[in-house]
Each structure stands twice: as structure tokens, then as C-alpha cells.
């Protein structure tokens, strides 16, 4: 499994104790392309950040890549996060001083500049992929909405990570662009291998991952 979850409760308390996640078990398989649905204020972010070692859980277990979260220190989840995980967010959070190719790298350059450089041309060629060839050299506010979530999906897999997590991917794009991002989703998933965990709440989307899992409540419930 790429990502498993054990058992898994959280409480958030900011003065007053909000229990949100619910004796939640997951498991993600290599290769599986995953949607998680449910309404607003289910859980699905709180889910997705947990997977992804953005938060801790209160209670139960998070493995990623065969080890356990709970017993790593902020330094090993932050290199676990760098080298197995990708992430994609509803808001593209491009620099918007950085060209698409700069920002699409900006994962490798946290592995410093050797791994920046040698990893350039991989970048550029994914970026080609998503239909932006001809838009490498061009900053944010000079792309469209799909074209900027085209090189945040391509950021996600600048470390070549083995899971994908994307929140709401295509939340802020017109129907057209967000299907053209979920396709190429779906594409780069079956191309590469990777596994992928896509929040949404659109039901066309959801049918066609590989399998849904639906939060009510902070529970995962059978449908
Ligand atoms: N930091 C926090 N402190 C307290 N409560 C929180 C915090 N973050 C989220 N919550 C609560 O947890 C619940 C689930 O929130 P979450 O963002 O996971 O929902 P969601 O399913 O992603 O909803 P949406 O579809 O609207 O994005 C909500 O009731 C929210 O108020
Ligand atoms: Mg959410």
C-alpha cells in the first residue's frame, strides 16, 4: 500500500473540542485512483491532510510507504512528504514571479540545485505533456485557470512521487477546463502508475475514479 489508515480519529480544539474524523481505516494501493466524496464539512480536507503529514491525527495510525507516521520527527514526515508525496490544491498557489517552468520545479529545488538542474528537462517534458510547451517561459497571471492548474498538477509530480493528493482540483475551473484537468489526471495516473486521492463533490468526476470512498460525518460510509 502507498497509504494506509488505521483506526484513525481527530479532534481539532481550539478552546472548544471539534471531533471531525471518526475511526476512519483507508488503505491506498499502488497505481489505484481514488476519489473521496462527501459533503461540505465532512472531513475531506482534514482526511487529505492527515494522508498527507499536513496534520496529525489524535487517535489510530497513518503509514506512508511502508512507515508509520506517528513514530517519525517533523524533519523525517517533512522528507517522506518531499520524496513520496504530491499535492494539488484548489487554488493553484503559483509564485506568481516564477515562470510555469520555475514553478513546476520548485519541489526539485528543495533537493537542492544539483537535483533542480538534472531534473529541468524531466520537468519541461511533463509540462509539454499537459499541453504547455509553448508556455514555459510564461508567468501565472499570464495562463489561463486550466493552464495554471495544468503546472500545479505538473509541480505535484516534479519528485515523481508514488501518491498523488489533490483537494478539489478542478473546484475553481469552468466545467471544460476541469474536465481537462481531471483527464489528464486520470491519463498521467494510468501513463505513470501513480496512485492518486482526489477530493471532490462533483458525482461525474467521482464515477470515474477507480473507487469512491464517501465521508458523512467524518465517517467513511458504504454507499
Ligand atoms: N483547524 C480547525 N479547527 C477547528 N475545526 C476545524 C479545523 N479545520 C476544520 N475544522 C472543522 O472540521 C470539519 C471538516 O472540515 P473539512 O475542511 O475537512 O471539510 P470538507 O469536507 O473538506 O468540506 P468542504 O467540502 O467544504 O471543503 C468542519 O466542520 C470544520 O469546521
Ligand atoms: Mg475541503
Not at 506568481?96 to 528537462?121: D, I, V, W
Not at 520537468?123 to 505533456?129: I, N, T
Not at 463533490?201 to 458523512?216: E, G, K, S, T
Amino acid at each position: 500500500m502507498v497509504a494506509t489508515v488505521r483506526d484513525m480519529s481527530k479532534t481539532f480544539d481550539n478552546g472548544v473540542p471539534t471531533p471531525v474524523l471518526f475511526d476512519v481505516d483507508l488503505s491506498v494501493a499502488p497505481g489505484e485512483l481514488l476519489a473521496i466524496a462527501g459533503p461540505s464539512g465532512s472531513g475531506k480536507t482534514t482526511l487529505l491532510n492527515i494522508v498527507g503529514l499536513l496534520d496529525t491525527p489524535t487517535k489510530g495510525e497513518v503509514w506512508i510507504a511502508g512507515r508509520d507516521a506517528s513514530r517519525l520527527g517533523e524533519d523525517e514526515r517533512a522528507v517522506l512528504r518531499r520524496d513520496y508525496l504530491g499535492f494539488v490544491f484548489q487554488f493553484h498557489y503559483l509564485l506568481p514571479e516564477f515562470t510555469a517552468l520555475e514553478n513546476a520545479l520548485l519541489p526539485c529545488r528543495m533537493r537542492g540545485a544539483a537535483a533542480e538542474a538534472e531534473a529541468k528537462e524531466r520537468v519541461a517534458a511533463l509540462l509539454a505533456g499537459v499541453g504547455l510547451a509553448d508556455r514555459l517561459h510564461y508567468r501565472p497571471g499570464q495562463l489561463s485557470g486550466g493552464q495554471q492548474q495544468r503546472v500545479a498538477l505538473v509541480r505535484a509530480l516534479a519528485n515523481d512521487p508514488a501518491l498523488v493528493l489533490a483537494d478539489e482540483p478542478t473546484g475553481n475551473l469552468d466545467s471544460k477546463s476541469g474536465h481537462a484537468v481531471w483527464d489528464l489526471m486520470r491519463a498521467l495516473n494510468r501513463a505513470t502508475g501513480k496512485a492518486f486521492v482526489i477530493v471532490t463533490h462533483d458525482a461525474d468526476f467521482a464515477r470515474r475514479a477507480d473507487r469512491v470512498v464517501h465521508l458523512v460525518d467524518g465517517r467513511v460510509v458504504d454507499r
